[in-house]
T-cell receptor, first 111, second 116 residues
Framework: KQEVTQIPAALSVPEGENLVLNCSFT??????LQWFRQDPGKGLTSLLL?????REQTSGRLNASLDKSSGRSTLYIAASQPGDSATYLC??????????FGKGTSLLVTP | ETGVTQTPRHLVMGMTNKKSLKCEQH?????MYWYKQSAKKPLELMFV???????ENNSVPSRFSPECPNSSHLFLHLHTLQPEDSALYLC???????????????FGPGTRLTVT
């Protein structure tokens, strides 16, 4: 069974800092990996999707990398802003029907 | 706007009530999903429908009953729930083919359910 782990569980940084969120997974036989953002009490917003054949994806200040062989992905956020405060979820798509989610990293960016 | 809508956004129900959650997707997808998000736990897949047929039931208790009348609408019928069923219920949709659901999933805003 695919296990997805996100480290750290919580992170607090001052505005302007660059930061890295980590995601690891136990089964490297994946189709893709998605990073989501979730605001308190709200649904999920897809940030980036990396196909298994890709090494990274970029969108604005966000950059996600994937090392499938080692079972790792990172989400890099440049020049963090208070509006980036949210929970960031990593999810892996394997051969089954479900996305396997980590528990998330709760990010707080202070002004 | 995510293209996936859910109603109601909040629901409080007693253990003997019957209620339904509704999800609608406007993205032209052919697969729809119900997920449950409980406090301190990862999102858990409950049901998957592909081309309107249920293709996954992730050991969900029978007090949860899904219905997918067409590729754009998905319901979750609830009856005789327990307090531990209180959670955020999220609907998602995606493209899918015969063997894989590896396409990007788009989520709705969720229904916050409280069972008293």
């Amino acid at each position: 069974k695919q296990e997805v782990t996100q480290i750290p569980a919580a992170l607090s940084v001052p505005e302007g800092e660059n930061l890295v969120l980590n995601c690891s997974f136990t089964d490297s036989a994946i189709y893709n990996l998605q990073w989501f953002r979730q605001d308190p009490g709200k649904g999920l917003t897809s940030l980036l999707l990396i196909q298994s054949s890709q090494r990274e994806q970029t969108s604005g200040r966000l950059n996600a990398s994937l090392d499938k062989s080692s079972g790792r992905s990172t989400l890099y956020i440049a020049a963090s802003q208070p509006g980036d405060s949210a929970t960031y979820l990593c999810a892996v798509a394997g051969s089954g029907y479900a996305l396997n989610f980590g528990k998330g990293t709760s990010l707080l960016v202070t002004p | 706007e995510t293209g996936v809508t859910q109603t109601p956004r909040h629901l409080v129900m007693g253990m003997t009530n019957k209620k339904s959650l509704k999800c609608e997707q406007h993205l032209g997808h052919n697969a729809m999903y119900w997920y449950k998000q409980s406090a301190k736990k990862p999102l858990e897949l409950m049901f998957v429908y592909n081309f309107k047929e249920q293709t996954e039931n992730n050991s969900v208790p029978s007090r949860f009953s899904p219905e997918c009348p067409n590729s754009s609408h998905l319901f979750l019928h609830l009856h005789t729930l327990q307090p531990e069923d209180s959670a955020l219920y999220l609907c998602a949709s995606s493209q899918a083919d015969d063997r894989t659901y590896s396409y990007e999933q788009y989520f709705g805003p969720g229904t916050r359910l409280t069972v008293t």
